[in-house]
């Protein structure tokens, strides 16, 4: 059962390995601390040297840049300085992870790691533009960017329109856009793709409380993180969400001997499973089909009565549809399985 095996959250082990130059000192033992520059970012999901280890309990601090790799910081900024998209923090190496088994992260904290966010639309990307695979004979949509003042006091960011004098508050919601792990069979996967290993979900529900498990395909596991977001709508339509560097918290765990096919979340209150494909239809049928699995398994119903059930109770969250897969996470609330297994 996936919370059984991660019922020590609440007790931290020791900390492993000595540390990187990278790697600052830490006056817990039991956390790994890591900084982040545009030094030494990756912008795959790879098998990679690892920049830190951790222990099944530790916790790791470390920060992620926005997904412009921070260079956007005022207008007259373009996209021309931005050196690669979603530049990603790690890879993190889990001592004892083997292909087989699988890495649970649970999401202590999250922090906006500045005063401002920015959103942009580009070129030949987004939900409602045309693309080199969505080809139109219309002219891309133009560039533009836009600002976003964090209110760390209140909580929110807001919109200002660049053609007009409109604005209005959004209340904050920060979550990891890019989490993930190395992909199996020695794949490299662009930090923009997601798939059976995470990578670029931009699912909100990569935010505080939740806990998310991820297959490990490679030895450690290999963690990397990335992509802060302060808001988002659903789908991100036009590309970008409120995009912002963040300072994460996050607790590792390991559940040994038992796999997952594809990512999925958990809360006191819910259990989430992601689907990533395209088109939209088959990614949502994975979505249903690993939630399916996971009542049966976990839960005891057959996976007949688990089907009929998700049929009357079950939510669909379309998280994104503009990266080169789209991500649909389906959901069923605790309340209304039976006890667990």
């Not at 990679?48 to 007259?76: E, Q, R, W, Y």
């Not at 856009?177 to 059976?196: L, Q």
């Not at 290993?197 to 998310?212: C, L, P, R």
């Amino acid at each position: 059962m996936f919370l059984r095996a991660v019922c020590a959250f609440s007790l931290c082990l020791a900390l492993s390995m000595s540390a990187p130059k990278s790697r600052g000192q830490s006056a817990d033992p039991q956390t790994v601390t890591y900084q982040a520059t545009i030094d030494n970012v990756k912008y795959v999901y790879a098998t990679a040297p690892p920049v830190a280890h951790l222990k099944p309990t530790n916790i790791l601090d470390a920060n992620s840049l926005d997904c412009f790799g921070n260079a956007i910081k005022k207008p007259g900024d373009t996209m021309a300085l931005v050196k690669g998209d979603n530049p990603l923090t790690g890879p993190f190496y889990v001592d004892g992870a083997e292909p087989g088994d699988t890495l649970v992260v649970k999401v202590l904290d999250l922090k906006v790691d500045g005063d401002q966010g920015v959103g942009e639309l580009g070129a030949y990307f987004g939900a409602l533009n045309g693309t080199k695979y969505t080809a139109m004979l219309h002219p891309a949509l133009p560039e533009r960017i836009w600002f976003y003042p964090i209110d760390h006091a209140n909580n929110t960011a807001t919109f200002q329109a660049l053609d007009s004098g409109f604005k209005v508050k959004i209340p904050l919601h920060p979550f990891l856009g890019c989490i993930g792990v190395a992909p199996a069979a020695g794949e490299a996967r662009s930090s923009i793709v997601p798939a059976e290993f995470g990578g670029n979900m931009d699912a909100s529900e990569a935010s505080v409380g939740n806990t998310i498990y991820f297959p490990v395909n490679v030895a450690g596991g290999l963690l990397y993180f990335g992509d802060g977001h302060a808001a988002m709508g659903d789908g991100e339509i036009a590309g970008s969400a409120i995009e912002v560097p963040m300072r994460a918290r996050l607790q590792i765990d390991l559940i040994k001997g038992k796999a997952t096919g594809w990512p999925r979340f958990e809360n006191d209150k819910e259990i989430m499973a992601a689907g990533i494909y395209r088109p939209v239809d088959d990614a949502l049928r994975i979505a249903y089909t690993e939630l399916v699995a996971w009542i049966h398994a976990d839960y005891g119903l057959s996976e007949i009565d688990a089907y009929e059930l998700l049929s009357k109770v079950g939510k669909l969250h379309m998280a994104e549809m503009v990266d080169p897969n789209y991500v649909v996470i389906a959901s069923v609330e605790k309340k209304y399985l039976p006890p667990k297994k």
